[in-house]
């Protein structure tokens, strides 16, 4: 009995060795698995790509330095937003206010084929004449179908161009009935009613604005046409042989068809880039005004005549599309300025006259401060 307890003595002994070693080697590995890990943390930081492919491997340190890591590598400067496009939409308005100058000029050189800067009453007269400040040329003048209507009438071709847009060709024609009461002796009631027509014109309007790159300036040409219609209600004196007087209301509508159009191709600096649409301009018109035409000595005529203007029902015919801005439809309200003219005429022989005239517009934009001046040659009959 005492062999076999001894063996089973040493043998107990070897089996605790056995696991005391296996023990000892587990240890190990679990250390030598921590140390892996961290490691591969310093590892993956250097490298996000490493660490991608290693998340596996169920090390939390690493993943986590990674997307650290990762992020730092990836992020940039943001480019500049160029600014302007509120700039951009307000040339919008600016081109309203150019287009109303456009009607108003283009009526006020009307009314010289109406004779606006002669008497209400006198005799048949042709007159030939041209002007500068806007060029134009033409003819026009009046002739007696009664003894109480007239017929005033003429044509001419012009060319003008004010606060930003260009009118480079326009025939204008216009024609009026002139009812005067003469029967009712020297101081009497007259009429007028009338019309401007110019049904083509060539035109170039410009649309300025300002960026964060810098200012842009655009011209673009289309066409458009002017139609008015007028009526007038005065009250006439002949206060002398060389003197006559007179103080009148008139009424105008006014219209303006300008065809669609879109900024000029090719231009290096158009962030915000505009389409005109096709529209119509429109306003209506009062006037109350006077004149006096006075003969000095046997030779010399001269005539002045003025009057204040005020615009309602105003509305603009555009409709632009905005990059940037989006749809813009801009707005005029009322307006008021002043009208003159004058004339000074120079009998040269019986019938003939030599004419000084000048006519303008005198106020705030968008009408503004014009003068329009010219000579000519009246034949009267």
């Not at 509120?86 to 919008?92: A, F, I, K, L």
């Not at 669609?260 to 005109?276: C, E, H, M, Q, R």
């Not at 046997?298 to 029902?313: D, K, M, P, Y």
């Amino acid at each position: 009995m005492a062999n076999p307890s001894r063996g089973w003595i040493v043998f107990g002994t070897m089996l605790v060795a056995v696991s005391l070693f296996f023990l000892r080697d587990e240890s190990g590995i679990v250390h030598a698995q921590s140390l892996s890990c961290g490691t591969s943390t310093g590892t993956y930081n250097s490298d996000s790509v490493n660490s991608e492919s290693q998340a596996g491997t169920g090390c939390s340190t690493s993943t986590s330095t990674s997307s650290s890591t990762s992020t730092s590598t990836s992020s940039s400067t943001p480019t500049p937003t160029t600014t302007g496009a509120d700039s951009s939409g307000n040339s919008v308005n600016d081109l309203a206010k150019q287009r109303f100058n456009q009607m108003i000029t283009n009526r006020v050189l009307g009314t010289v084929l109406l004779g606006v800067n002669e008497q209400v009453n006198c005799s048949d007269c042709v007159s030939a004449f041209g002007s500068a400040g806007s060029f134009s040329a033409g003819i026009h003048g009046r002739k007696s179908l009664t003894d109480n209507l007239s017929l005033l009438a003429g044509i001419a071709y012009t060319q003008y161009s004010e606060g930003g847009y260009s009118v480079t060709s326009a025939p204008i024609g216009a024609f009026a009935l002139r009812y005067d009461f003469v029967d009712w002796g020297s101081s009497r009631p007259f009429f007028d009613i009338g019309t401007i027509l110019t049904p083509y014109e060539k035109v170039r309007y410009t649309r300025s604005y300002t960026t964060s790159l810098g200012a842009v300036s655009l011209d673009s040409q289309t066409t458009a046409s002017n139609y008015a219609v007028y009526g007038r209600a005065g009250w006439m004196s002949r206060l002398s042989p060389r003197d006559e007087v007179a103080a009148s209301v008139e009424v105008w509508q006014l219209w303006q068809r300008v065809n669609g159009y879109t900024d000029p191709a090719g231009v290096p600096l158009n962030p915000f880039d505009a389409s005109i649409a096709g529209g119509t301009d429109r306003t209506s018109l009062v006037k109350v005004g006077g004149q006096w035409t006075h003969l000095f000595g046997s030779n010399v005529e001269a005539n002045v005549n003025g009057g204040w203007v005020q615009s309602f029902a105003t509305r603009s015919g555009i409709i632009a599309t905005v990059t940037g801005d989006g749809t813009v439809v801009p707005t005029i309200g009322n307006q008021g300025w002043f009208e003159y003219g004058g004339r000074l005429g120079f009998r040269i022989t019986k019938g003939w006259v030599a004419d000084l005239f000048l006519n303008g517009t005198a106020g705030p934009q968008p009408v503004g401060n014009t003068i329009h001046g010219g000579v000519g040659l009246r034949i009267s009959y």
